[in-house]
């Protein structure tokens, strides 16, 4: 900000002060005008944008501690600096209460001034900014849309607009794939602490000793190889949302610490005696049963009823299939647009396969897809049926499918796009020992 | 002919004077002179502030401005102010006529340190020529090094060269040959 574009509005009922402080703020060169009293001065704020305004406390009619009001209804992030007489000063103080930025005694020290007026001008500099960046966060939380035209995705929609305003703990459900980490994140980005971190951790994919580490932090020195003091997650989501994903992957030990530290909103970094309080707000997502989970006493019941407040089920994409062409599309362009790729639509006869096939990997399944297609696609602008390399993968049922070789290689490649390549698990569903699968995987030439 | 007059204010050592009056020919290249006079320093003082409003002498070095005198320079030991500010090293009308200085605040003695009559001479040339370059259209220059960067404190005064920048420079050229100088 240089001087010039500051503007600078003074409002004294005092001639001899509006005009000495005019003469030596334009000597500054900032953008200056006066005001007498406080009509001419709401005139003059309606009129033009002003940056810092130098009040008068006593003037007739509306004096200066009603007219700051009625500025901070104009525009809250105008700074107003206080001038006072030395009988005033408890007034001032009061109008800095109110949100006045400071108050100067007359006669002005003319040192003080200079540093006053540079501290407002980075004052509003700083507002500027804080606004700015709140922009951008909220264009980023909006970076990843939720795609969906369908009944269920309007409802979930909905649901989300509703939570969003609370700080209920929220449970989201689904298969894998469906997109729950992005209805968290929703969640997040439309509450009041969207200004804060949301903090995800994935469960599922932790030993418990490191899951407690990273959940809690720990001290230098308060295990094997704790060199440094670590921040845990909990901590850094103060003021945010944490997001545990695969919830239902958790040790009863660590549910039963994690349901204390939910109700207390305190905790114990590892190795220390000094409790932290913390305030965040709980999402959880799961694909596991709980109930049964519950049922059969691997889930404890009072964690499950903690986490259970507000309950979101995101539906299979095999459930919504009229939201496939959308989310084909929203991908198509996404991905277009970050392989600088000019391929702007997809075949009938593609679209056809993606709209019958079953998606057991859910959006997740979809979005790889049609990433993989815009890397085969070449020079062409849409993509078409053999860009997919998805008729191994059309529903069994599919005419296109004409060989039990054909059958086989679709059956293993589902399922291990469903258990996200996990060769022990899909070998254990296909009832083959692992060696088996991985010949048939060279044989068929299947890939991640 | 257009001159630069200074006009002392009360009693001011003439080697400042003079001294003053070679600096400021050399930097505006317009003919200077000192032009000596009489104020009346009653209406402008203020026995609460024992202080001297600076506006109400600025106007009086005005009234008396002659037909030749293009920019006039007031100089005084007095302690200056305005109403609304505590003091003044000095006030000029930004692209008007007159500038005034004070020299009270500029002596080393005034913070309890020991004279030093060269600096002194340096802080006067430098708030001289900063006021009138003021009357010049010339507002405060964010170059630390020019002549018309603020000075808030006296070392601020120090701190900055008795010259214009190449921008400032160019304004006061500007302005003279608006004015066919």
Not at chain 1, 106 to 130: G, T
Not at chain 1, 387 to 414: G, V
Not at chain 2, 9 to 28: H, Y
Not at chain 2, 106 to 114: D, E, S
């Amino acid at each position: 900000m240089d001087n010039q574009s500051v503007g600078i509005l003074i409002v004294d009922d005092e001639f001899s002060v509006r005009d000495s402080l005019y003469n030596w703020f334009r000597t500054e060169g900032y953008r200056v005008n006066t005001a007498e009293n406080a009509m001419e001065a709401l005139k003059k704020l309606q009129e033009s944008q002003w940056d810092i305004v130098l009040l008068d406390i006593k003037m007739p009619g509306m004096d200066g501690i009603e007219l700051q009001k009625h500025i901070k209804k104009i525009d809250k992030t105008i700074v107003v600096i206080i001038i006072t007489a030395y009988a005033t000063v408890d007034t001032a103080v009061e109008a800095m209460k109110d949100g006045a930025f400071d108050y100067i005694a007359k006669p002005i020290d003319p040192d003080k001034l200079s540093i006053l007026i540079r501290n407002a001008i980075n004052q509003r500099r700083l507002i500027a900014e804080n606004i700015q960046l709140k922009q951008k966060v909220e264009e980023l939380s909006l970076q990843d849309e939720i795609v969906g035209e369908s009944p269920q995705i309007k409802k979930i929609l909905e649901m989300i607009d509703v939570v969003a305003q609370t700080d209920a703990t929220v449970l989201i459900r689904g298969e894998s794939g469906t997109g729950k980490e992005l209805v968290a994140q929703a969640i997040h980005g439309k509450s009041n602490r969207r200004y804060f971190p949301i903090i995800s951790i994935n469960c599922g994919s932790l030993a418990e000793g490191i899951l407690e580490s990273e959940l809690f932090g720990h001290e230098k020195g308060a295990f094997t190889g704790a060199q440094y003091k670590r921040k845990g997650r909990l901590e850094m989501a103060n003021g945010g949302t944490i997001f545990f994903d695969e919830i239902g992957n958790i040790s009863t030990k660590m549910q039963m610490d994690l349901l204390r530290v939910i109700e207390t909103k305190q905790f114990t970094p590892l190795g220390s005696n000094k409790i932290l309080n913390v305030d965040f707000r709980v999402i959880a997502a799961t694909n596991t049963n709980l109930e049964k989970e519950v049922a059969e006493k691997n889930f404890r019941e009072d964690f499950y009823y903690r986490l259970n407040v507000f309950s979101i089920h995101i539906p299979p994409l095999r459930e919504r299939p009229a939201d496939i062409p959308l989310l084909a599309h929203y991908f198509l362009k996404k991905y277009a647009q970050s392989m600088n790729k000019k391929v702007t639509d997809i075949s009938p006869e593609a679209m056809k396969i993606l709209t019958q096939y079953d998606w057991p990997g859910n959006i997740r399944e979809l979005r790889n897809t049609i990433e993989r297609a815009l890397v085969v696609v070449g020079k062409k602008n849409r993509i078409e049926k053999e860009d997919l390399n998805l008729h191994y993968l059309s529903k069994p049922n599919s005419m296109e499918i004409d060989s039990l070789e054909d059958l086989e290689k679709a059956h293993i490649q589902r399922i291990l796009e469903k258990t996200n390549w996990n060769i022990s698990r899909s070998a254990e569903i296909l009832k083959i020992d692992r060696v088996t699968l991985y010949n048939k995987i060279k044989k068929y030439s299947l890939q991640k | 002919m257009s001159y630069i007059d200074i006009v002392p204010i009360g009693e001011i050592e003439e080697p400042f004077l003079l001294s003053l009056k070679q600096s400021l020919f050399q930097t505006f290249k317009i003919q200077t002179r000192i032009r000596c006079r009489g104020f009346d320093l009653s209406h402008v003082y203020d026995p609460t502030r024992n202080q001297y409003n600076s506006s109400g002498l600025l106007l009086q070095l005005i009234n008396d401005a002659s037909p030749e005198t293009l920019k006039i320079l007031g100089v005084t030991e007095l302690d200056l102010f305005i109403p609304i500010f505590t003091f003044l090293f000095g006030e000029a009308q930004l692209n008007g006529i007159g500038a005034i200085v004070s020299v009270h605040r500029l002596h080393n003695q005034f913070y309890g340190i020991p004279e030093n009559k060269e600096l002194l001479k340096n802080r006067l040339l430098k708030e001289g020529i900063h006021e009138l370059g003021h009357t010049f259209g010339l507002i405060h220059c964010f170059n630390l090094r020019c002549v018309m960067n603020t000075s808030t404190y006296v070392e601020d005064i120090d701190q900055k060269s008795a010259n214009f920048c190449r921008f400032c420079e160019q304004e006061v050229l500007h302005w003279q040959e608006g004015k066919n100088i």
